[in-house]
């Protein structure tokens, strides 16, 4: 649970710029828009900013709590949907990770308030030394105070240079660990709520991936796309719609199912919940100081 601090300008420069994204994306969610597009405008306005993706902007509707990518026309917001925006950025490896929900016509904006209280709550109580329970025990609380299950299998993680997810897991429920906070510490808290049971499953196929191995693939045409991988991403998740625009869609999609094939790739297919329930979702990447959470991504 130790994180390096190379140097904090980074993190605080990607929290920075992870926020204002954020806010540009939540603004785009309204009744008529397509994920896509929405999906479209808020890369352009990362490359605008000079900034670099941690991971693609993720926009899960409904039962999707996580790791909906939309990379062509396909969903168009309707009035009553609830929409998790999950984003990251880095600055030299040094991530920000932040996420918010909205429902157009405000009808579900009780379970969006559940899952940002929680958030609220979890960070007021941080401080060196809080066992990392305590954070999930208040997340739980709130939520199901509010009528509503978390979701106990999703939670917060540490953030390392070029690493998204590592050590502590900060659960969105009381799981008994006693793993104490250090000054230094840098996370995501991100709490979900649902009107379901609180349990997602993977659903679908994958269209974000990351690499897990670096060992060598023997078809050059895989080669040149791990090359690619290595060079653009590192271990950094990327959507297959970035490297169908530079290798083409058949040869990425040969490549990337040969590199899944050899151990090299894993993918992310969305993540649903099991009763279909709808969720919400807060999060916010910060670090403790000697007393309290610095939040990264205000
Ligand atoms: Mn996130
Ligand atoms: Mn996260």
Redesign the pocket.
């Known amino acids: 649970m130790t994180n390096q601090i190379p140097n904090m300008d980074d993190w605080i420069s990607a929290g920075k710029t992870a926020s204002e994204i954020r806010e540009f994306g939540l603004g785009l969610i309204k009744t008529g828009s397509s994920l896509y597009e929405i999906t479209e405008k808020i890369e352009d306005k990362i490359k605008d900013m000079g900034a670099e993706c941690a991971f693609p902007p993720q926009l899960s509707p409904n039962a999707t709590a ?1 790791h909906y990518y939309a990379e062509s026309e396909d969903i168009i917001v309707k009035e009553d949907d609830i929409i998790k925006l ?3 950025i880095h600055v030299n490896g040094a991530i920000a ?3 918010s929900s909205v429902c157009p016509s405000g009808k579900y904006d009780k379970l969006i308030q559940a899952s940002r209280n929680a958030l609220n709550r979890a960070i007021d109580i941080i401080t060196p030394g809080l066992e990392i329970r305590e954070i999930g025990k208040v997340i739980e609380k709130e939520i199901t105070d509010m009528g509503y299950n978390p979701v106990r299998n999703l939670s917060g993680h540490g953030l390392g240079v070029f690493i998204i997810h590592c050590p502590p897991t900060i659960p969105n429920f009381d799981n008994k660990d006693s793993t104490k906070l250090k000054e230094g510490d840098i996370f ?1 808290i ?1 709490p979900f709520a649902t009107e379901g049971f609180g349990t997602v499953t993977e659903k679908g196929s994958a269209n974000l991936f990351s690499m897990i191995d670096s060992k060598p693939i023997r078809n050059p045409i895989s080669s040149k796309l791990l090359k690619n991988i290595k060079r653009s991403y590192n271990t950094l998740p990327f959507a297959a719609k970035w490297v169908k625009e530079v290798f083409g869609e058949t040869k990425a999609n040969y490549a990337l199912n040969d590199l899944i094939n050899s151990g090299i790739l894993r993918g992310y297919p969305p993540l649903v919940e099991v009763q279909k329930g709808l969720v919400s979702q807060a ?1 916010h990447s910060l670090y403790v100081d000697e007393n309290s959470a610095i939040v990264l991504t205000k």
Do not use: I, Q
């Open positions: 996580a999950d984003l990251g990770d932040t996420a995501a991100e999060e």
